[in-house]
Nanobody
Framework: QVQLVESGGGLVQPGGSLRLSCAAS????????MTWNRQAPGNQRELVAV???????NYADSVKGRFTISRDNAKNTVYLQMNSLKPEDTAVYYC???????????????WGQGTQVTVSS
């Protein structure tokens, strides 16, 4: 019932910027947190950034100072502003929502389809 739709990926030169978007839709009662994750070929999926309903944020050490996660709660949308991009940022980026689908139901993880980010000259 719940789906996450991502956009904003693409090819960018080192030092450039991209802004990823992820909109949650469907039957959702409450979203506790939204996150961005990435996976490069041959690597494990890595948690990049977290935004909670209380307004707190957390980042992986590899992106601190360069990436910013933000939310539009009215639209159930999360963004990832990526600046000073490096070739090692190249990966498929996935949106994740930790959401309660209905009153009285337990939290469930929902995942987007992923969007490719390639940093190369």
């Amino acid at each position: 019932q719940v789906q996450l739709v991502e956009s904003g990926g693409g090819l960018v030169q080192p030092g450039g910027s991209l802004r990823l978007s992820c909109a949650a839709s469907g039957s959702i009662f409450f979203i506790n947190a939204m996150t961005w994750n990435r996976q490069a070929p041959g690597n494990q999926r890595e948690l990049v950034a977290v935004s909670t309903s209380a307004g707190s944020t957390n980042y992986a050490d590899s992106v601190k100072g360069r990436f910013t996660i933000s939310r539009d709660n009215a639209k159930n949308t999360v963004y990832l502003q990526m600046n000073s991009l490096k070739p090692e940022d190249t990966a498929v980026y996935y949106c994740n929502a930790l959401a309660i689908p209905a009153p009285g139901r337990q939290e469930y993880n929902y995942w987007g389809q992923g969007t490719q980010v390639t940093v190369s000259s």
